[in-house]
């Protein structure tokens, strides 16, 4: 019985202390009230289980650190975290942990507070799963240019010259859009963008096609309102690829970020030929966008050197263009004059 309680107690402390880093992620990195009140809630539900819980009114009584043969062990990869993403990620790991073991040893002396146990610990899955989302999306990067490429816009349809013209002008970020193009050509061309850019520095994103951003290697996928719903291509890629998902209304981005995207396209901000839009909902709607501030983001639709300095205005980082520079005479000085309408990377 002792030494059940001494396991109880260790996981007890295990438990609050990993719901207690998660919190501060949430409320702190995050700002998520929403979250942060889940967890917060979970943290006094199992507070009161415990307290509630007679044998375990004993657990402190039979603690014994200095004689915890497994406080004097530990491995490297705990000593390190390369970012606060994997400081939340391992604490999620940890409270699962923790109340499984909790869950298992509590049928010993306490069956019905191992049942209520595994509903906390249900539920600490699902926390831990929107918390990893939210985390591994603040750490994806905030592309300043994303150039759209497609053949039929380019000169003399040179999609290769305009894309390595486009790296040349400063864009970040290219993302390749061949909605007409067959599987295995549109594979082929994928390998060979991310061949040029990735020396660079430069992103790929795929437009539409999880699958060909997976087998070719590119940094992620991009998604319309209609394509695959990110919630699946999250379950199909994991975090293998960034995604990134097209968005006209706040409730889009809102949804878009409970569904684990990366970034959202935030457009269209002006009237554009490239695709024809209904609804034009402006830099109005990026300045909602930019106040609510969850995920990066790129401004798209009709942007030109002309009318970049309107979003600018507003606060946009990163914009996405096609036509004003893969129609340009000269692509790379199209890249360059909207990349300098900004002041210089901090």
Known sequence: MAS??????ANANRTREALRVMEE????????????QSIKQLRHDFSRAVTDSAPCAAMEAHRDTPGD???QITTSSEQHRQSAADVALAAGKRLSESLRAMEEYAKVIDPALAGKLE????RGYRIEQLLNAAMASGT???WRLCVLISECLCPNSDWLTTARQAIAGGADCLQLREKDMDAGQLLARAKTLVALARPAGVSVIINDR???ALLSGADGVHLGQQDLPCAEVRKLAGRQLIIGVSTSRLEEAQQAYADGADYCGVGPMFNTTTKHKDVIVGPAYLKAYLEWGKLPHLAIGGITP????????????GIAVSSAVCAAKDPAQAAQSLVSKWPAHD
């Open 4 to 9: 059940v309680l001494r396991i109880l107690d």
């Open 25 to 36: 992620a949430a409320r702190f990195i995050l700002d998520d009230a929403s979250l942060v």
């Open 69 to 71: 043969v497994g406080t």
């Open 119 to 122: 509903a906390m610990r249900y």
């Open 140 to 142: 994806v990067r905030q």
């Open 210 to 212: 999880p699958d060909v």
């Open 306 to 317: 002309a009318n970049v300095h309107q979003l600018i205005e507003v606060g946009v980082q």
